[in-house]
Structure formats: C-alpha cells, structure tokens
C-alpha cells in the first residue's frame, strides 16, 4: 500500500551536535522523496529533495541519504540549532503521472541549550 | 516566506455550514495543491490543479470541491461540516505538474463547533 513512516516520533538533542531523521517508504515505485520542517503554527517548509537515481544530496547544514534497497531515508542536520526544533516530514512522489506526494507521520525534534 | 498565500487564516464556523478557504500560489506556479492536516492524521493529500484543470485527486470527500482560476489562485469549498473536519487545510503550489519542489502556505485553521 501507499505509506511513508517514520521510526522515531520524537528526537532530542543537545544543541551543536548531529541530528538524524529516519524514514521507511513502502512504494519501490516512488522516483522523488522531500524533507520538510514544520514550525508551530506555520506550514510545512521545504528543506531538501532527492531524486531516486541519487544516494545523497547536501544542502545547508542538511545531508539527505537515500537507501533504495531497504527503502530507507534520511535527513541529516549539523550541528543543531534551537531554530532547528520543529517538526520533520519525509515526502514521497510516486512516479508514474501521478502528482501527489504521500507524507509519513512526522518527527518532532527537540534541542536542547 | 513561501510565497504561497492563503486566507482566512482562522475560521470558526458552525457544524452543516459551509466555508471557502482561498490559496494564491507562488508567481509563476501552475500547480496548485490542497491538503488536510488533522492531529491524527497527518498530512493528507486531497485534490490537485494544474493551469486550471484537475490533475490528480486524493483522498477527498465528496462534501469538499476546489477549483483554479484563470489567474491561477484556487478556492476549497468545505459544505455540510461536520466536527472531524476540524483541522489546518494547507495549499502548496509548484512550476510544474509533477509534484516536485511544492511549496507551502501558512494554512487556514478551520474550527467546527
């Protein structure tokens, strides 16, 4: 079926160190996968994409890595910062003409001074 | 600041009522999508628009109609509301018609009492 989870609802760290965020999709079909931060009482805030014949991608302090034989992603963020603490969605796109993206559950993230 | 701008952002209505929540994408985006994001549910995905046409459609309920204009910005029509319809409705946009880098507005709250 059509799912994107996450195995860790909530994650805390201690600001300056790494933070990793995990996702399992479900659908091998899936060619395009996006990170999104979401900060109370804002919408979902695009962070990094990742095409499926990619493993990683670097942004800004962010690193996304992508497992296509178990089906696992990842958004990696440097040296945490308190405007890091939010909430962290995985986002998939199914290929084949459909445009919907399947989101997972979410992972709050939580730093600590 | 996305870009994408949605009004009202606050509404307060009355169970069997219905409700329009307005989205203007991005300058120069086509694509317009709506989604739903209840406490339990997550972010669900309900009806996309491209150029002013239905493109791809989720997991909509039929009491819930949208449509795009020809200057591109998209209307959600809510009608017989029902208290479960209770959540943040937020609109995302993109260049293209492919799902790809969408987005996000600042979503409306919708509150049914």
């Known amino acids: 079926g059509e799912s994107v989870g996450l195995h860790l609802p909530t994650l805390s760290v201690q600001e300056g160190d790494n933070s990793i965020i995990n996702c399992a999709y479900s659908n091998s079909a899936s060619d395009y996968f996006i990170w999104y931060k979401q900060e109370s009482g804002k919408g979902p805030q695009f962070i990094i994409d990742?095409?499926?014949?990619?493993d990683k991608r670097q942004g800004q302090r962010v690193t996304v890595l992508l497992n296509k034989t178990v089906k696992h992603l990842s958004l990696q963020i440097a040296a945490t910062q308190p405007g890091d603490s939010a909430v962290y969605f995985c986002a998939e796109n199914l290929s084949g003409g459909t445009d919907k993206l399947i989101f997972g559950t979410g992972t709050r993230l939580q730093v600590f001074p | 600041d996305s870009g994408v701008t949605q009004t009202p952002k606050h509404l307060i209505t009355a169970t069997g009522q219905r409700v329009t929540l307005r989205c203007s994408p991005r300058?120069?985006?086509?694509?317009v999508y709506w989604y739903q994001q209840s406490l339990d549910q997550g972010l669900q995905f309900l009806i996309q628009y491209y150029n002013g046409e239905e493109r791809a459609k989720g997991n909509i309920l039929e009491r819930f109609s949208a449509q795009q204009f020809p200057d591109l910005h998209s209307e959600l029509n809510l009608s017989s509301l029902e208290l479960g319809d209770s959540a943040l409705y937020f609109c995302?946009?993109?260049?293209?018609?492919?799902?790809?880098?969408?987005?996000f507005g600042p979503g409306t709250r919708l509150t049914v009492t």
């Open positions: 995302a946009s993109s260049a293209a018609g492919t799902g790809l880098g969408q987005y």
């Open positions: 300058s120069g985006d086509l694509s």
């Open positions: 990742i095409r499926s014949n990619m």
